[in-house]
């Protein structure tokens, strides 16, 4: 990893959109949309959409005041809600100048209850509005990344009562990040380091200043523009342990906003608990010989934090810990 363009160009390249607006299932529209989404899942591990869960006024809502609110509370505040996160914490591994990226996670936001608690303590006095945009956004999202779920899981061939199962088996979490403005612009051009997420699915909404980048064909960097509208959809570890690698965790990162702040605010999936994860029965046959062998989420979330598994970060970190081919001949 080197400086100044951190090794690869971004190309400017139009990301390909999937209009999933009104959409009925068991119609033509749908068929086709799903085998648009799943091509694209099961070639890159993202895919992005126009959908509306995002309309103009919640954009508004969460990017024009929930977020400045929520960042603008003194620092004590933030730092004894015990809320708060700056730097390296669970979930990263990727490079991450510590003054410059802040991140707050809810767990479960679609329960009000849930998104009230954290409020009540940051704002004793309750922040109602806070509240409604964060469970508007989660509950619009949430239906979005099961529908992406439900496509890709089809497009594959995957039955529905396994379909089912695996989208009732998962919880999800918000998280909502803040990336300042780095301290070194020569040095340090990317806020967040490439890596896949660990989790099944991650939906991503840019605030204006945008920076994501994913990952195509093993090295080209595509920057995903923040176009009010669409919202990308990102498969991490789990969705290619359980689709028996058909869907590739998809890499990406984050350039650094051009001296200005960025907000983003994530939607992760992931499975309840820490049961075994394996992959779907449908999905290992004679030509599709198993590729990674059962394990532990938690498990593998520790070797991810760990030294070889940052350093992995990039490389195939799923193949390390539980491939039944491991690394050693080639890449
Ligand atoms: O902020 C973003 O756009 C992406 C953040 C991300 O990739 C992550 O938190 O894992
Ligand atoms: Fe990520």
């Known amino acids: 990893m080197g400086s100044g363009d951190d090794g690869a160009t971004t190309q400017l390249m139009k990301i390909a959109k999937v209009d999933l607006r009104g959409l009925q299932s068991n119609t033509m529209a749908w068929a086709e949309a799903r085998a648009a989404v799943t091509a694209s899942m099961a070639a890159h591990g993202y895919v992005v959409v126009v959908h509306d869960a995002l309309d103009a006024e919640l954009r508004r809502a969460l990017f024009g005041r929930a977020l400045p609110e929520l960042y603008a509370l ?9 809320a708060f996160s700056n730097g390296p914490h669970r979930g990263y591994d990727g490079q991450v100048p510590s003054e410059v990226l802040e991140s707050v996670a809810i767990l479960n936001p679609v329960e009000p209850g849930n998104v009230r608690d954290f ?7 309750g922040n109602p509005g806070f509240c409604d945009t964060i469970v508007s956004f989660a509950k619009n999202v949430l239906e979005l990344a099961q529908t992406v779920e439900r496509m890709t899981l089809e497009g594959l061939g995957v039955h529905e009562e396994s379909i089912a199962w695996q989208l009732f088996s998962q919880s999800h979490t918000a998280r909502m990040m803040l990336y300042g403005t780095p301290p070194d612009k020569e040095t340090s051009n990317i806020s967040l380091g490439a890596h896949p997420d660990d989790q099944m699915t991650t939906v991503i909404a840019q605030h204006e200043v945008g920076g994501l980048e994913v990952q195509v064909d093993g090295g080209r960097w595509l920057a995903v523009p923040p176009e009010p509208g669409t919202l990308i959809v990102i498969g991490g570890d789990q969705l290619t342990l359980v689709t028996n690698g058909r869907v590739p965790a998809c890499i990406h990162r984050v350039r650094a906003p051009s001296g200005r702040e960025r907000f ?36 593998y979330r520790a070797f991810r934090l760990s030294e070889e598994g940052r350093k992995l970060r990039e490389h195939n970190p799923l193949k390390a810990f539980c491939g039944v081919e491991k690394d050693g001949s080639k890449e």
């Open 74 to 82: 003194p620092f004590d505040t933030k730092k004894s809600s015990g």
């Open 119 to 125: 409020t009540g303590r940051l704002w004793p006095q």
């Open 264 to 299: 983003s605010v994530l939607l992760s999936r992931r499975r309840k608990g820490d049961p075994i994860m394996r992959a779907m029965d449908e999905l290992v046959d004679e030509d599709h010989p198993l590729m990674y062998n059962p394990c532990s989420h938690e498990e």
